[in-house]
């Protein structure tokens, strides 16, 4: 292209000396078309516009992104997947792009949005041996059913090293409990321990004239592992930034999209794993591998010590004239309770005791807390779905779904599938999820619209489904 001053030049000679376009061509040396184009057409400044181009517009790929993010702003904001999710995610579909690709689009697809701006805080240094602990609530899937687990994750600010362990609750049985089991994956205790104002832990807050007062039971736990506490300000979760920050870090990393939850047990040793994985990465700011200065950490630990501290809250309860006693705010019908007036219960994390006077056991369970769970939103996943057959196959929300179901709507056929998510979506007004996955025979056999179910070409065959191990479970399993 030409510069502007040789198109005033080429439009001075054509239009002031009357010049021919051959001899304008000859005289600057120039082709005879582009003499004739910059000599009688006319160059009018244009806005620039840019078309949306890319294997991310008017593909599948664009469209699994959107519904994703669709999805994840009808979540909580801590339940929303991170770029980084969306893009792994993606790839086990069989996408080539690159991870900038997928960051560009999500950011104009989010374009126009508020976004939070930045406070500014003062960098503290801290020692080796350091560590902060706080908890988290995360949400997990178990039996189809949402349930929200309290993670209490420690942080160490020299390493930037981070281990975790999810509990029911945020009581002093778990607390203590939790404590216990993150000191034994790092291997040691550290020397001093920053927490907040965790009410398991601290029986009075710290004030600008008076230190904190601890329990007598986190009283005792600290002078049984040696290590020293320090409690912060109240409402300055700036003073343990590390510990604040790794919350986020291990939802969105670990637990986003909500993992499947068979017990706790199985679900820590997953997030144990991925967090010793986690090591692997290089320090944001000293750029050595974390777990290079775990190692260099770990002489400044204190030993674990020999004798186990047993974790329990013993409680004298009175018995109502029904036999019942309260737990967890929760009534517990004692058998042979209206024989005794005052009972002792014995309150692990998980489970509990119920105690006569004389040493009899009553009663013996599960904590209430444990059972704890909510139903997801099926009617409006099962609406979206409706809408749009195709996003079921790439749903966060399908893993969910209970064996059979998730079979009986597993099927290529677009049209087939959105009749099944209709019916699913009538059977759900009357029965829950669960319900209707341990009543899909007899539930279809009673529908005229699926009478000749076993005779479809699209169907899949129960008798033989049901004959074998299914996939699902042994993944619920691991």
């Not at 600010?157 to 362990?165: F, H, K, L």
Request: net charge neutral.
């Amino acid at each position: 292209m030409l510069t502007m001053s040789e198109i005033n030049c080429i439009k001075f000679l054509r239009n002031h000396k009357s010049y021919s376009i051959n001899k304008i061509a000859k005289d600057l040396n120039l082709n005879w078309r582009t003499a004739k184009k910059y000599a009688d057409e006319s160059f009018l400044p244009k806005e620039s516009s840019s078309s949306k181009r890319g294997m991310m517009y008017g593909t599948r790929w664009g469209e699994m992104i959107e519904d994703w993010l669709q999805e994840d702003a009808m979540m909580k904001k801590k339940q929303r997947r991170t770029n980084k999710k969306l893009y792994e995610t993606l790839c086990t579909y069989g996408f080539e792009g690159s991870y900038r690709t997928v960051c560009q689009f999500i950011k104009e697809w989010r374009l126009g949005r508020d976004v939070e701006n930045d406070s500014r805080f003062e960098r503290l240094a801290h020692p080796p041996g350091e560590a902060q602990v706080d908890f988290g609530v995360m949400e997990v899937v178990k039996d189809s059913h949402a349930v929200d687990v309290h993670c209490l994750i420690l942080s160490m600010p020299y390493s930037n090293r981070t281990a975790a362990v999810a509990l029911p609750a945020e009581n002093q049985e778990c607390f203590l409990t939790g404590l216990k089991r993150l000191f034994e994956e790092i291997g040691g205790v550290p020397q001093q321990l920053r927490i907040d104002n965790l009410p398991a832990a601290v029986a009075k807050v710290r004030t600008t004239k008076e230190e904190a007062v601890y329990t007598d039971a986190f009283q005792q736990f600290v002078a049984h592992y040696g290590f020293q506490v320090q409690s912060c300000n109240p409402y300055s979760g700036n003073e343990k930034g590390s510990v604040e920050n790794k919350v986020g870090y291990v939802r969105y990393n670990f637990l986003v999209p909500s993992p499947i939850m068979n017990d706790f047990e199985s679900l820590n040793r997953r997030l144990a794993s991925s967090l010793r994985d986690d090591m692997e990465r290089i320090h944001y700011e000293k750029k050595v591998r974390i777990k290079d200065l775990v190692v260099e950490e770990q002489k400044h630990l204190l030993r674990l010590p020999e004798e186990d501290f047993p974790v329990f809250r013993e409680e004298l309860l009175k018995v109502n004239k029904y036999g019942e006693v309260t737990i967890d705010q929760t009534k517990i019908l004692v058998p042979s309770g209206s024989r005794h007036g005052q009972v002792r219960a014995i309150l692990k994390w998980d489970d509990m005791k119920i105690i006569s006077r004389h040493g009899e056991i009553l009663y013996e369970e599960k904590r209430p807390y444990m059972m704890t769970k909510r139903a997801l939103p099926w009617e409006s996943i099962l609406n979206e779905w409706y809408k749009k057959p195709r996003s079921y196959g790439h749903s966060r929300h399908a893993e969910y779904l209970p064996g059979r179901i998730r079979e009986y709507l597993n099927i290529q056929n677009l049209m087939i599938r959105r009749e099944r998510l209709g019916w699913l979506r009538s059977r759900l007004v009357l029965h829950s999820i669960t319900e209707i996955d341990e009543r899909l025979y007899e539930l279809l056999s009673q529908s005229d619209a699926y009478s000749d179910i076993e005779e479809h070409p699209y169907d899949v065959d129960w008798s033989k489904y049901d004959s074998l191990n299914r996939p699902w479970q042994s993944e619920v399993q691991s």
